[in-house]
């Protein structure tokens, strides 16, 4: 029904009369919405392709939709276009730089490019303003491993478990982390608590 919508539109933005005009602007802005719904549709349904572009068409109807820029950030991860993902992310900042929900996922696209430096700064910026995000505790870490420090995913991990002790994820790489460091004991500590927790 929405590509049927777009096509109806787009026969109202065809034409050129002058008595038209209230008439095109509703079809504009109702065409970016269908695009818009239908890219959402798609999203949900795990077809990021063609979910990006219905959702890049919707801009082109309504280019300052900030909803829509940031589902196209996600598909471009997803698809694993991380630069422009990356790209996408920091121009949603530029107009909402306190949004934090946005540049967890800038920081997980620099994540996926192994920007280390780069996501651990950004992980670091979402902590000074909201310290319980367990998760960014979380991602923290897995950055400081891959830039080589292992001691301080150790911390990371350990805070993210502070906040939300049945993170079982964060759990499992606290305790492989601290087998690479050499301290097996708490190592052994870590996974036998896992285990214990969920014995399945």
């Given at each position: 029904l929405y590509r049927e919508s777009i096509e109806l539109f787009g026969k109202v933005l065809r034409k050129q009369t002058s008595a038209s005009g209230l008439y095109r602007n509703l079809a504009h802005v109702y065409t970016g919405q269908a695009h818009r719904n239908l890219g959402i549709m798609l999203f949900a349904v795990g077809n990021f392709s063609a979910a990006l572009q219905e959702l890049q068409e919707s801009l082109r109807f309504n280019p300052d939709y900030v909803e829509v820029h940031h589902l196209i950030?996600?598909?471009?991860?997803?698809?694993?276009?991380?630069?422009?993902?990356?790209?996408?992310?920091?121009?949603?900042?530029?107009?909402?730089?306190?949004?934090?929900?946005?540049?967890?996922?800038?920081?997980?696209?620099?994540?996926?490019?192994?920007?280390?430096?780069?996501?651990?700064?950004?992980?670091?910026?979402?902590?000074?303003?909201?310290?319980?995000?367990a998760d960014v505790h979380f991602r923290l870490g897995l950055a400081l491993l891959g830039q080589g420090k292992p001691a301080e995913a150790v911390d990371a991990f350990q805070q993210a478990l502070h906040i939300n002790p049945r993170y079982v994820e964060a759990r499992i790489k606290l305790g492989i982390t601290q087998a690479y460091c050499g301290r097996f004991e708490d190592a052994l500590s870590t996974f036998t608590a896992i285990i214990s927790a969920f014995p399945d």
């Open positions: 950030g996600i598909c471009q991860n997803n698809i694993g276009d991380f630069a422009g993902a990356v790209k996408t992310f920091n121009n949603i900042l530029k107009i909402d730089p306190v949004n934090l929900p946005i540049k967890l996922k800038l920081g997980v696209s620099l994540h996926n490019l192994k920007m280390w430096d780069r996501a651990v700064a950004t992980y670091t910026a979402i902590l000074h303003q909201q310290p319980r995000y």
